[in-house]
């Protein structure tokens, strides 16, 4: 594998503005082994990017995971969410973590083990779906929630579990507007809009000196570029940061991937929203299924669904194919990979009708009220996807919906690394639909990576791995549920 670099890069580029890109920026602008390096930030959307994973109304934000060392870690993260890191954006209501049988419950108890090894946390542990119902402040009896399940044999809500008074949800476009506002106040960053169409590869010394890049009308330039205009960005160090964009960049092939997970929000009535507010975020892993509490902004109730996820295969040019006249690099011409296609590509875009089913009944069961509207609590559908419908009826559920674009890899553990091949290039990937939560760090945790110093709990995970592991055989945390098996879009 390329060694990490003996000395500090004179310059760096971060490809990317979420989580991992943004809080790397910040990270190294507030180190001080980097005060003479020149940081650029390039994004292809103005900030804050509107089809982003990073940009929406909630995360959950939880140390309750089956791993200790995500565990600790985000127990750490915890800590800054409540005190230093954006804490007006971050709402501490609890964490109902379920199952609905068997399959989930492995992952649940060592969930509660962990959170229980540190210390810290309030529990309480629910042996039963009315125990469930009670915490939840859920509208439905035991019955009507198991009847609108079917044709399952398992409450939606979950027939076991705990909850974690400790864990909450927090803004998370909110909170990502703060740290962006933090790292401009430093003044160290050069930040540009533009389309990295490819890496600067000299295949010949296997060496990555920068990217391709189409810039956008407006950057940082004093004179306005045209939207045409093509231009290359160099560094010493080049940080792909570009979450689910960044198969179409390098060949992650057996190693990451991107896959789409529905959103679906539904607005609220001050008196419903008030109700509701206090109330845990209720997580089922049997089913992926989950209700985040109301947003306080725009009375938002978010209906969403950690699962196997969607993909859509994408042939494109083979990203590190050589120059022409250039012997080295990839020998194909092109490869099919998933690749997001979000609302921006496609502003008709909606959630899949078969996701659009699955969190309407998942309400449905949990609050019927919600899914039979009276005249107190309809709500009008004037958002962009007003075609969001259960069935074949005229009837609009949801007000608006989105895919959000996970990058997953084999085991759910991130890619914080080196290239082994390219020199001048580094990994910060693969957040796996669980990276938001650990924001108030992970810049740190790339920055010591990037210094050789990996963190001794992730040593021998967020490394580039050793083979490329057959799609079929990627075993994820454990923490996946729903329907087996990726759709495509």
């Known amino acids: 594998m390329s060694?990490?670099?003996?000395?500090?890069?004179?310059?760096?580029?971060?490809?990317?503005?979420?989580?991992?890109?943004?809080?790397?920026?910040?990270?190294?602008?507030?180190?001080?082994?980097?005060?003479?390096?020149?940081?650029?930030l390039v994004d292809r959307q103005p900030f804050p990017t509107p089809?982003?994973?990073?940009?929406?109304?909630?995360?959950?934000?939880?140390?309750?995971?089956?791993?200790?060392?995500?565990?600790?870690?985000?127990?750490?993260?915890?800590?800054?969410?409540?005190?230093?890191?954006?804490?007006?954006?971050?709402?501490?209501?609890?964490?109902?973590?379920?199952?609905?049988g068997p399959s989930s419950q492995a992952y649940v108890s060592a969930s509660l083990a962990n959170v229980r090894a540190l210390g810290t946390d309030t529990l309480e542990v629910l042996p039963s779906a009315a125990a469930i119902h009670r915490v939840c402040g859920l509208t439905s009896d035991v019955a009507v929630d198991a009847a609108a399940n079917a044709p399952e044999t398992e409450p939606a809500s979950g027939s076991s579990g705990y909850v974690n008074w400790s864990s909450g949800w927090a803004d998370a476009e909110g909170a990502m507007r703060w740290?962006?506002?933090?790292?401009?106040?430093?003044?160290?960053v050069?930040?540009?809009?533009?389309?990295?169409?490819?890496?600067?590869i000299d295949h010949a010394?296997?060496?990555?000196?920068?990217?391709?890049?189409?810039?956008?009308?407006?950057?940082?330039?004093?004179?306005?570029?045209?939207?045409?205009?093509?231009?290359?960005?160099?560094?010493?160090?080049?940080?792909?940061?570009?979450?689910?964009?960044?198969?179409?960049l390098l060949d992650l092939r057996g190693i990451a991937r991107a896959t789409g997970h529905p959103l679906c929000?539904?607005?609220?009535?001050?008196?419903?929203?008030?109700?509701?507010?206090?109330?845990?975020?209720?997580?089922?892993?049997?089913?992926?299924?989950?209700?985040?509490?109301?947003?306080?902004?725009?009375?938002?109730?978010?209906?969403?669904?950690?699962?196997?996820?969607?993909?859509?295969?994408?042939?494109?040019?083979?990203?590190?194919?050589?120059?022409?006249g250039e012997t080295a690099g990839s020998a194909e011409a092109t490869i099919t990979v998933s690749l997001p296609r979000t609302h921006v590509?496609?502003?008709?875009?909606?959630?899949?009708?078969?996701?659009?089913?699955?969190?309407?009944?998942?309400?449905?069961?949990?609050?019927?009220?919600?899914?039979?509207?009276?005249?107190?609590?309809?709500?009008?559908?004037?958002t962009k996807n007003a075609n969001v419908h259960a069935d074949d009826s005229t009837r609009a559920l949801f007000n608006s919906s989105r895919i959000c674009w996970y990058t997953d890899t084999p085991t759910g553990d991130f890619l914080i690394c080196y290239h082994p091949r390219y020199t001048g290039l580094f990994v910060a990937t693969g957040g796996s639909g669980h990276a938001f939560k650990f924001l108030p760090v992970m810049g740190e945790c790339v920055v010591d990576c990037m210094l050789g110093r990996t963190p001794e709990d992730f040593r021998g995970r967020w490394e580039w791995p050793g083979e490329r592991v057959p799609e079929e055989r990627w075993e994820g945390d454990g923490s996946r549920g729903g329907p087996k098996g990726r759709s495509k879009l």
């Open 179 to 188: 740290l962006r506002r933090e790292v401009e106040a430093l003044d160290r």
């Open 190 to 200: 050069t930040f540009v809009v533009g389309t990295v169409q490819k890496l600067l």
């Open 51 to 100: 089809d982003g994973s990073s940009i929406d109304s909630s995360r959950i934000i939880r140390p309750d995971y089956a791993s200790p060392p995500y565990t600790r870690l985000a127990s750490r993260a915890r800590t800054l969410w409540r005190t230093t890191f954006a804490p007006s954006h971050y709402h501490e209501t609890g964490l109902c973590v379920t199952a609905s």
């Open 205 to 248: 010394t296997a060496t990555v000196s920068g990217v391709s890049v189409t810039l956008a009308a407006s950057t940082t330039t004093p004179t306005p570029t045209p939207p045409t205009t093509t231009s290359t960005l160099t560094a010493t160090l080049t940080v792909l940061a570009t979450g689910a964009w960044t198969p179409s």
């Open 345 to 382: 590509d496609d502003p008709a875009q909606t959630v899949p009708r078969e996701a659009q089913r699955a969190c309407w009944a998942f309400l449905a069961a949990l609050h019927p009220a919600l899914t039979n509207p009276s005249p107190t609590t309809t709500t009008t559908n004037t």
């Open 265 to 324: 929000y539904l607005s609220l009535p001050p008196a419903l929203q008030t109700a509701l507010a206090s109330r845990p975020t209720l997580l089922n892993l049997s089913s992926g299924l989950f209700m985040l509490p109301p947003a306080r902004h725009g009375h938002v109730l978010k209906i969403a669904r950690h699962g196997h996820g969607y993909t859509n295969p994408t042939t494109i040019p083979h990203p590190e194919a050589p120059a022409t």
């Open 3 to 40: 060694a990490h670099p003996t000395e500090i890069p004179s310059s760096i580029l971060i490809v990317g503005s979420g989580v991992f890109g943004l809080s790397t920026a910040w990270a190294l602008c507030k180190n001080p082994l980097f005060k003479n390096t020149s940081i650029t």
